[in-house]
T-cell receptor, first 111, second 113 residues
Framework: EAQVTQNPRYLITVTGKKLTVTCSQNMNHEYMSWYRQDPGLGLRQIYYSMNVEVTDKGDVPEGYKVSRKEKRNFPLILESPSPNQTSLYFC??????????FGEGSRLTVL | GNSVTQMEGPVTLSEEAFLTINCTYTATGYPSLFWYVQYPGEGLQLLLKATKADDKGSNKGFEATYRKETTSFHLEKGSVQVSDSAVYFCLTAGGTSYGKLTFGQGTILTVHP
């Protein structure tokens, strides 16, 4: 089954404790991206990757890192999380210019 | 890069009412246009798309036409159902700008019986 898998789905952590949200897709998509969704602000892009080893900033990259060492994986790294990074995060993938397939979301709370 | 301006909500309708959610875009080149829907507690999923001017995307009774002259891609449905209650997002992608995607803010639709 074609899918984008994110883990963890739910996480509560504390300020400053490094965490990684994983994202994996099985559709051989070149393009992958991360978004955060906040009430009243819609969906904002954090980072994207056009292919392996090619990443670039979206609209809200501050406080986040990503890597794309393999085509299927695109982890989102929060080196030192802060409460303003409490949000619902989505990973998505696609062929370039095509339909985006989204993961189910990861709800992160930073205390 | 590309951008969209989406009608803000929330929108509240009675069942069987007519729905329009406006979306206008700015882009260089010839982008593709998409409407995504997010049901409560779920991720986004594609509702419909159009890849060139005058194309009409349709799915589940929803329609949207790619209007290059007015740079619009308005979402319409003739008779909404309670099950259509969701958040709707407009997106433009491609053309001479892909990668950095900007979604519309989303429109919350609530349909009452």
């Amino acid at each position: 089954e074609a899918q984008v898998t994110q883990n963890p789905r739910y996480l509560i952590t504390v300020t400053g404790k490094k965490l990684t949200v994983t994202c994996s897709q099985n559709m051989n998509h070149e393009y992958m991206s991360w978004y955060r969704q906040d009430p009243g602000l819609g969906l904002r892009q954090i980072y994207y990757s056009m292919n392996v080893e090619v990443t670039d900033k979206g609209d809200v990259p501050e406080g986040y890192k990503v890597s794309r060492k393999e085509k299927r994986n695109f982890p989102l790294i929060l080196e030192s999380p802060s409460p303003n990074q409490t949000s619902l995060y989505f990973c998505a993938s696609s062929f370039v210019g095509g339909e985006l397939f989204f993961g189910e979301g990861s709800r992160l709370t930073v205390l | 890069g590309n951008s969209v301006t989406q009608m803000e909500g929330p929108v509240t309708l009675s069942e069987e009412a007519f729905l329009t959610i406006n979306c206008t875009y700015t882009a260089t080149g010839y982008p593709s246009l998409f409407w995504y829907v997010q049901y409560p507690g779920e991720g986004l999923q594609l509702l419909l798309k159009a890849t060139k001017a005058d194309d009409k995307g349709s799915n589940k009774g929803f329609e949207a036409t790619y209007r290059k002259e007015t740079t619009s891609f308005h979402l319409e449905k003739g008779s909404v159902q309670v099950s259509d209650s969701a958040v709707y997002f407009c997106l433009t992608a491609g053309g001479t700008s892909y990668g950095k995607l900007t979604f519309g803010q989303g429109t919350i639709l609530t349909v009452h019986p």
